[in-house]
């Protein structure tokens, strides 16, 4: 059984650390939030302190933080994880965050001797709670094997994407997919609605047809078609449309980088922009098929 430093136990990071206390590792916790860490030892973890004593005393340490500045911050300045880790300890950062920071951030732990993974996460607080979480693995073979069993505690699914940041790519790719493919379904939604076509009906027919995607038969923006789908309980999250901004800021910035053409990538990241603009940040994601269909509804 690993001793694990976890670092960032908010709506995601505390239910992952507590499916490790629950497979019988031992778990220290740390959080800028102290009735983060309360939970955590509510729930039989312990409390490290500062990031520096949740690195120095663990085999494993995981990261849940919110954006690539916090990863930088935990990571790499005095008293951080990677000043203060011993050699050979693991390290997996599991926030979604841009790819330079994570092949950075992994760069500066192997000159340490620390290996290093990029492990970002699919399935949300649901899955985050259940342990059900799809692993998007970036890094070495060595550093994936010694993390698998550890992923495996908290998720389902666990795959090595290949080297360093290619986790944070799979993530960011998969998202921007699903960003540009429920505003794809809205639209198409709101036009049926226009030309007199029943949603129940276009729902039928294009869940059998090559309209088929994720966005229509698994979260139909439409109530009523889908039994979970946040649209049948006013769009309450499920996966806010400020975290999908987000993700779609991240894939603009990597495309940039990369010198690639990603239109409709960046024209979702424009409408989620507007969406969160009119207050609707903390909605799910697909109640941006109210904003295009413009009822007032918003
Ligand atoms: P959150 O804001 O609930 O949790 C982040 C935690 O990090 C907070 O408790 C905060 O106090 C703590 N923190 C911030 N700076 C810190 C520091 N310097 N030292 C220690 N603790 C610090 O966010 P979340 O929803 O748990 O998301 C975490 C990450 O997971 C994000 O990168 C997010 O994009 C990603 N993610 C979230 C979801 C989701 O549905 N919530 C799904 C997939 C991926």
Not at 17 to 42: T, W
Not at 67 to 88: C, H, M, Q, T
Request: proline content about 4%; some cysteine; overall charge neutral.
């Amino acid at each position: 059984m690993a001793r694990i430093g976890f670092i960032g136990l908010g709506n995601m990071g505390l239910p992952m650390a507590i499916n490790l206390l629950k497979a019988g590792h031992e778990v220290e916790g740390f959080d800028v939030s102290g009735a983060q860490v309360d939970r955590l030892v509510a729930a039989g973890g312990a409390s490290a302190g500062s990031v520096k004593s949740a690195a120095a005393r663990a085999d494993v340490v995981i990261t849940m933080l919110p954006a690539g500045k916090d990863v930088r911050e935990v990571y790499l300045e005095p008293g951080g994880i990677i000043e203060s880790a011993n050699a050979g300890t693991l390290l997996i950062d599991s926030s979604t965050i841009d790819v330079e920071t994570a092949r950075l951030v992994a760069a500066a732990a192997e000159a340490r001797r620390l290996p290093m993974i990029d492990a970002p996460v699919s399935g949300g607080v649901a899955g985050a709670q259940a342990a059900t979480l799809t692993f998007m693995v970036g890094g070495s073979a060595n550093a994936f094997a010694r993390a698998q069993p550890l992923l495996a505690a908290m998720g389902k699914t666990v795959v090595h994407a290949g080297g360093s940041g290619t986790g944070q790519a799979a993530k960011i790719c998969n998202n921007m997919i699903l960003g540009v493919s429920m505003i794809a379904v809205a639209e198409a939604f709101v036009l049926a609605e226009k030309l007199g076509l029943a949603a129940q009906k276009l729902f039928d027919i294009a869940s059998k047809s090559s309209g088929q995607c994720w966005a229509l038969t698994s979260y139909c923006p439409v109530p009523g078609l889908v039994p979970t789908s946040p649209a049948n309980r006013d769009y309450q999250a499920g996966f806010t449309a400020a975290m999908m901004l987000k993700d779609l800021k991240l894939a603009q910035d990597a495309a940039r980088a990369a010198n690639v053409a990603t239109p409709l990538g960046a024209e979702a990241a424009a409408l989620y922009g507007l969406y969160a603009a009119h207050g609707e940040g903390a909605r799910d994601f697909s109640g941006i098929i109210r904003f295009i269909r413009g009822s007032g509804a918003v």
